[in-house]
């Protein structure tokens, strides 16, 4: 690699470590870019005012691509623009915040710009590190390089050609990048090297130190925002004394912060309480050791938070008064897109929802809604999924189903890459119907969960007759707000009622965005039915999803 480079050059490599590294993140959700300091980025993917899942999957698929494949900036913004604006995250939008709904800036050709320049550089830097670290016992030197041209800020070329031991402090808070836009790098160096080019190695344990800086002003309340950053005041190349303190959020190294941990143990001290004490403001008191055990305790925990979740205003009018509209206007479906915003954001903080399930395929439109289904349920969840064995995933735009091998052997489902018993199949389309197979995978891992639909539907349609559905089948209908939600696979007096947990969260988690085409309008009629006729199932769910931990 020539001496003198731009990150432009390695992006037409295959950097395995980089791709490694940034297919390990996992997900946080977060308003502001200062939410998500530093180290945290090395452990969780995030966008600002990504507020929602599926968006937050779309740009990381694009980003994993980038990586992978060593895609240019415009190839990048060209291939995910159309599909931010075809989930309506794109442009000034009013949007779910901690202080309420607001208009931003969502998606744009510079934003796109700088989420790849960020994201690629860091992945890159961090899969540089881990190089540097397999290969410590023979260039255990690392020297600080600047790209010499007019371009380059004055105190970063100020560091050009200074050398630290490996595990010197310095590199904790200066391993390239260190700022927006910033092309410093590093070069490994032997001692052979060291000795052969007479090069003095510094030391920065006593020239480091640490200072409050200016991240930004909220634009909401006229708070400035302060983090802390780390200055380095010692001598230079020359022995002339320099100065460089990394940009606002830069004081960190992406490879050395990938050590383990989950993403909520690199945030700042007192993030989440910070961020729970903004929910209770709301309304909505997050009690962590809560377990509700009945029906009873779960819609109790449940109906605060749909209360909270239904005065949201979209043009100073709460969504409770949208719903009850009975034309499907633009202004009810964004209402809804609000509403599930909300409920997103808010589930993020109380809840960890960043980890995906496990999957054999690794990529295609099944494996995204699928990623993206599991995100949208509590990490504690998915887990029990994953300790069940690995999903087959199958794109197909007929009807959906689950399947769950009960034995070891060949079934006659040929696209099921079967390994064991517990392994799962789920066949999908990328709207909501990832959440609703996703969720029958739930119901078969954690059957104590599905219990407390069961319950509903027996005491609901005590002494009801089987009636035949208009969508086939049997069922006893009740008041469900689709009477699918009834639905019975057997005639026997107590068989298990299957879709009542699915159809629960299906319009609550499902994207209603992917697409608003005249036949897919049934996901959005879905949730202002669910919304506006059972606030009992609605407020059950909610409760479990926000309280209920598997034992």
Request: glycine content about 8%.
């Amino acid at each position: 690699m020539p001496e003198k480079t731009d990150l432009n050059y390695a992006f037409k490599l295959p950097p395995h470590a980089a791709i490694k590294y940034f297919r390990n993140k996992g997900y946080i959700i977060s308003f502001d870019w200062w939410e998500t300091w530093q180290q945290a980025h090395s452990t969780a993917f995030t966008v600002a005012k990504a507020m929602r899942m599926d968006v937050l999957t779309t740009i990381r698929g694009a980003v994993d691509n980038a990586i992978a494949n060593g895609i240019t900036p415009q190839e990048f913004a060209k291939t995910l623009a159309p599909e931010l604006k075809k989930a309506g995250w794109w442009g000034r939008q009013f949007v779910a915040g901690p202080n309420g709904v607001e208009r931003v800036q969502l998606g744009s050709p510079h934003r796109l710009k700088t989420i790849f320049r960020v994201s690629t550089q860091t992945a890159y830097a961090a899969g540089r590190w881990k190089q540097f670290q397999e290969n410590i016992s023979d260039r255990p030197y690392l020297q600080y390089i600047s790209i010499q041209d007019a371009r380059t800020r004055p105190s970063h070329a100020a560091l050009h050609g200074l050398v630290f031991r490996h595990d010197d402090p310095f590199w904790d808070s200066h391993a390239p990048p260190n700022g927006w836009n910033c092309r410093c790098r590093i070069r490994a160096l032997s001692e052979r090297d060291i000795k052969r080019r007479n090069l003095p190695v510094s030391q920065g344990k006593d020239h480091l130190q640490k200072i409050n800086q200016v991240a930004g002003v909220n634009k909401r309340t006229g708070e400035v925002i302060h983090r802390e950053g780390v200055t380095y005041r010692g001598p230079g190349p020359t022995g002339k004394r320099v100065a460089m303190t990394p940009d606002p959020g830069w004081s960190y190294n992406p490879g050395a912060s990938t050590r383990g941990g989950s993403p909520t143990t690199l945030l700042p001290p007192g993030f989440l309480k910070e961020k729970r004490q903004k929910l209770r403001q709301s309304g909505i008191h997050i009690k962590e050791r809560i377990q509700p055990k009945t029906n009873e305790q779960a819609k109790a925990l449940g109906k605060p938070i749909r209360s909270e979740l239904m005065a949201v205003k979209y043009k100073n009018k709460p969504i409770a008064e949208w719903v009850k509209e009975s034309n499907l206007s633009t202004d009810v479906i964004e209402a809804l897109k609000l509403f599930q915003t909300e409920l997103l954001a808010k589930l993020s903080i109380a809840r960890n929802i960043s980890t995906p399930a496990k999957t054999v395929q690794t990529r295609g439109k099944a494996f995204e809604a699928i990623r993206r289904a599991s995100t949208r349920f509590p990490d504690s969840w998915t887990r029990q999924s994953d300790a069940r064995g690995y999903l087959s995933v199958q794109y197909s735009k007929t009807r959906g189903m689950y399947f769950e091998a009960d034995k070891i052997g060949t079934y006659k489902h040929v696209w099921i890459k079967h390994r064991d018993i517990g392994d799962g199949a789920i066949r999908t389309d990328t709207s909501a119907t990832a959440e609703h197979e996703f969720t029958h995978r739930l119901q078969a891992v954690m059957p104590e969960l599905d219990e407390f639909f069961q319950n509903v539907h027996r005491r609901r349609t005590r002494g009801d007759r089987l009636i035949r559905l208009n969508g086939g089948g049997v069922g006893r209908k009740d008041n469900y707000y689709n009477e699918y939600q009834g639905r019975e696979y057997s005639d026997s007096p107590n068989a298990p009622v299957p879709e009542v947990m699915t159809m629960a969260y299906q319009p609550l988690l499902g994207d209603i965005d992917a697409s608003l085409s005249e036949d897919k309008q049934y996901k959005v009629k879905d949730l202002r039915n669910l919304l506006e006729k059972d606030p009992e199932m609605v407020e059950l769910a909610l409760g479990l999803l926000f309280y209920w931990r598997p034992q």
